[in-house]
C-alpha cells in the first residue's frame, strides 16, 4: 500500500487551549502494533475533561480521540491476527502489563501501568494513528463507519456500568442521556428492562430522544420517578446526582457513576443509603467487556445517532459536546 509521509491532526498542545490543526509525520508501528487508517472517530466527554484540564498529566502535545473506527494499512513484525485491509476499533484502553496484581486477577482495566488512547498515548483525531494489535477489535461490516465510532467508549463504558447491576433488576435509571445512554437503552430494552430517563432541566430534546427509543418515562434529574427503580446508571458529572439516585432507587439497589470525572459528592443523610443500597464507579474497560458489547451490539442491533464534523472542526465539535447541544454522539470523520 502507498502510504504518504505525513498526516493531519488535530493536536492538543496545552490544556484549555483549543486543538491546533496540524500537519505531522506518518506515525510508525511498534513491533505488536498495527498502522491505522482512521475512518471515523469519536469525540467524547472525557476528550473534553482532558481537554479542560481535569484529568491529569496527559501526553503533550497530544492527538486526543479513543473511539476509533478505522482500517488496518500495516502491520509490526510481530502482528498476528489482524491483516491489511481489515476494519477495527480501538477502544480507550490501549495497553495494559499483564503483569501487575490487576491484571493477574483479571481486573486488567484497573492495571497499574496501562496505557489509555488519546490521553498518555496519541489517539484518533487524526488520519491516521497507531494501536497495539492486541488491544484493538474486530468491527462487523455495520460498523465499518462513523456510526461504529460512539461503540468503542460510550457503548463500551455504558455497557461496563449496566453489566454491574443486579441481574433481576428490571425498572433502571439512566441519569445524562447522551451518547452512552443513547446505547444502553437499545440493549437494556432489548433484554427486557424499563428505562427512566432523566436529563438537565429543560433539556425537553434529549428527554423526548429518550421516549423515542423507547423509555418508558422521561423527565429532568430532580423529579421524582412514578416508582421506585431498581438500580441507577449516571453518565453526567455532576455529583450532586449521586444522593439524588440513591433516593430513587428502592431496597438493595445500585448506583452505577459511569464517569471518568464527576462533580464533588455532596454529603447526605446516611438513611438513604441504609437497606443495602450501593454506589460504585466504573474505571476503563477490559477485554472481556469490549468482546460481550460487540457481539451484543449487531445482534440488536444497536443503532447510532450521530452528528458528524470534519476532522479540523473538532474545536466546534467539543464545544457542542460541551453545551449539551449533541443528541447522540459527536463523530469526527476523514474524507
Ligand atoms: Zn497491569
Ligand atoms: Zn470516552
Same mark, same amino acid.
Given at each position: 500500500?502507498?502510504? +504518504?509521509?505525513?498526516?493531519?491532526?488535530?493536536?492538543?498542545?496545552? $490544556?484549555?487551549?483549543?486543538?491546533?490543526?496540524?500537519?505531522?509525520?506518518?506515525?510508525?508501528? =511498534?513491533?505488536?502494533?498495527?498502522?491505522?487508517?482512521?475512518?471515523?472517530?469519536? $469525540?467524547?466527554?472525557?476528550?473534553?475533561?482532558?481537554?479542560?484540564?481535569?484529568?491529569?498529566? +496527559?501526553?503533550?502535545?497530544?492527538?486526543?480521540?479513543?473511539?476509533?473506527v478505522?482500517?488496518?494499512?500495516?502491520?509490526?513484525?510481530?502482528v498476528?491476527?489482524?491483516? *491489511?485491509?481489515?476494519?477495527?476499533?480501538?477502544?480507550?484502553?490501549a495497553?495494559?502489563?499483564?503483569? /501487575?496484581?490487576?491484571?493477574?486477577?483479571d481486573?486488567?482495566?484497573?492495571?497499574?501501568n496501562?496505557?489509555f488512547?488519546?490521553y498518555?498515548?496519541?489517539?484518533?483525531?487524526?488520519e491516521?494513528?497507531?494501536?497495539?494489535?492486541?488491544?484493538?477489535?474486530? =468491527?462487523a461490516?455495520?460498523? #465499518?463507519? #462513523?456510526?461504529?465510532?460512539?461503540?468503542? /467508549?460510550?457503548?463500551l463504558i455504558?455497557?461496563?456500568?449496566?453489566?454491574?447491576?443486579?441481574?433481576?433488576?428490571e425498572k433502571?435509571?439512566?441519569?445524562?442521556?447522551?451518547?452512552?445512554?443513547?446505547?444502553? @437503552?437499545?440493549?437494556?430494552?432489548y433484554?427486557?428492562?424499563?428505562?427512566?430517563?432523566f436529563?438537565?432541566?429543560?433539556d425537553t430534546?434529549?428527554? *423526548?430522544?429518550?421516549?423515542?427509543?423507547?423509555?418508558?418515562? #422521561?423527565?429532568?434529574? =430532580?423529579?421524582?420517578?412514578?416508582?421506585?427503580?431498581?438500580?441507577?446508571?449516571i453518565?453526567?458529572?455532576?455529583?450532586?446526582? $449521586?444522593?439524588?439516585?440513591?433516593?430513587?432507587?428502592?431496597?438493595?439497589?445500585?448506583?452505577?457513576?459511569?464517569?471518568?470525572h464527576?462533580?464533588? @459528592?455532596?454529603?447526605?443523610?446516611?438513611?438513604?443509603?441504609w437497606?443495602?443500597?450501593?454506589i460504585?464507579?466504573?474505571?476503563?474497560?477490559?477485554?472481556?467487556?469490549?468482546?460481550?458489547?460487540?457481539?451484543?451490539?449487531?445482534?440488536? +442491533? $444497536?443503532?447510532t445517532?450521530?452528528?458528524?464534523? +470534519?476532522?479540523?472542526?473538532?474545536?466546534?465539535?467539543? *464545544?457542542?459536546?460541551?453545551?449539551g447541544?449533541?443528541h447522540?454522539?459527536?463523530?469526527?470523520?476523514n474524507?
Amino acid at each position: 500500500m502507498n502510504l +504518504p509521509d505525513t498526516m493531519h491532526a488535530m493536536v492538543l498542545e496545552e $490544556v484549555r487551549q483549543p486543538l491546533v490543526y496540524k500537519t505531522l509525520p506518518l506515525p510508525s508501528p =511498534l513491533s505488536d502494533q498495527v498502522l491505522v487508517k482512521v475512518i471515523a472517530c469519536g $469525540v467524547c466527554r472525557t476528550d473534553l475533561h482532558i481537554v479542560d484540564g481535569e484529568l491529569q498529566h +496527559p501526553k503533550l502535545p497530544l492527538v486526543p480521540g479513543h473511539e476509533i473506527v478505522g482500517m488496518v494499512v500495516k502491520g509490526g513484525e510481530k502482528v498476528t491476527r489482524l491483516i *491489511e485491509g481489515d476494519i477495527i476499533g480501538i477502544p480507550w484502553m490501549a495497553h495494559t502489563c499483564g503483569e /501487575c496484581k490487576y491484571c493477574q486477577r483479571d481486573q486488567e482495566n484497573l492495571c497499574e501501568n496501562a496505557v489509555f488512547t488519546g490521553y498518555t498515548i496519541d489517539g484518533g483525531y487524526a488520519e491516521y494513528t497507531v494501536a497495539y494489535e492486541q488491544y484493538c477489535f474486530p =468491527l462487523a461490516s455495520m460498523y #465499518a463507519n #462513523a456510526s461504529g465510532a460512539p461503540l468503542l /467508549c460510550a457503548g463500551l463504558i455504558g455497557y461496563r456500568s449496566y453489566s454491574m447491576i443486579n441481574k433481576a433488576a428490571e425498572k433502571i435509571g439512566i441519569y445524562g442521556f447522551g451518547a452512552a445512554a443513547h446505547i444502553l @437503552i437499545q440493549i437494556a430494552i432489548y433484554q427486557g428492562k424499563k428505562i427512566f430517563a432523566f436529563t438537565r432541566e429543560g433539556d425537553t430534546g434529549a428527554q *423526548e430522544f429518550a421516549m423515542k427509543l423507547g423509555a418508558v418515562w #422521561a423527565g429532568n434529574s =430532580l423529579q421524582i420517578p412514578p416508582q421506585k427503580l431498581d438500580a441507577a446508571i449516571i453518565f453526567a458529572p455532576a455529583g450532586n446526582l $449521586v444522593p439524588k439516585a440513591l433516593m430513587d432507587i428502592d431496597k438493595g439497589g445500585i448506583v452505577v457513576c459511569g464517569g471518568i470525572h464527576m462533580s464533588d @459528592i455532596p454529603s447526605f443523610p446516611y438513611r438513604i443509603l441504609w437497606e443495602e443500597r450501593m454506589i460504585r464507579s466504573v474505571a476503563n474497560l477490559t477485554r472481556k467487556d469490549g468482546e460481550e458489547f460487540l457481539n451484543i451490539a449487531p445482534k440488536v +442491533p $444497536v443503532k447510532t445517532q450521530t452528528q458528524l464534523f +470534519p476532522l479540523s472542526n473538532a474545536n466546534e465539535a467539543l *464545544e457542542n459536546l460541551r453545551s449539551g447541544k449533541i443528541h447522540g454522539a459527536a463523530v469526527l470523520i476523514n474524507k
